[in-house]
């Protein structure tokens, strides 16, 4: 499973560095191979498909309805 580090702060103080959390996680007996720091990423944002139409004038095209929660776009 995966779980975000932010999502984890949530809850519980992390004061450990990515790689300490992980392996603290392995001696409690939980599973963590990997941790990826992903905070260098800026302006990232995430969607949600809401419908995928065929695009008019290609046949190997889509368009696609998404949104963010706040605003939808025609992609």
């Known amino acids: 499973m995966r779980i ?3 999502w984890l ?3 519980v103080e992390v004061k450990e ?3 300490e959390l992980a392996d603290l ?3 409690l007996g ?3 191979e990997l941790a ?3 905070s260098a990423l800026s302006g990232v944002v995430t969607a949600k498909i809401l419908a995928v139409s065929s695009h008019p004038n290609a046949d190997r095209l889509h368009l ?3 949104t963010d929660g706040k605003d939808e ?3």
Do not use: N, R
Request: glycine residues 0%.
């Open 4 to 6: 975000s580090l932010h």
């Open 9 to 11: 702060q949530q809850y």
């Open 17 to 19: 560095s990515l790689q």
């Open 25 to 27: 996680l392995t001696m």
């Open 30 to 32: 939980f599973e963590a």
């Open 36 to 38: 990826t720091d992903f």
């Open 64 to 66: 696609c309805q998404v």
């Open 73 to 75: 776009w025609s992609i």
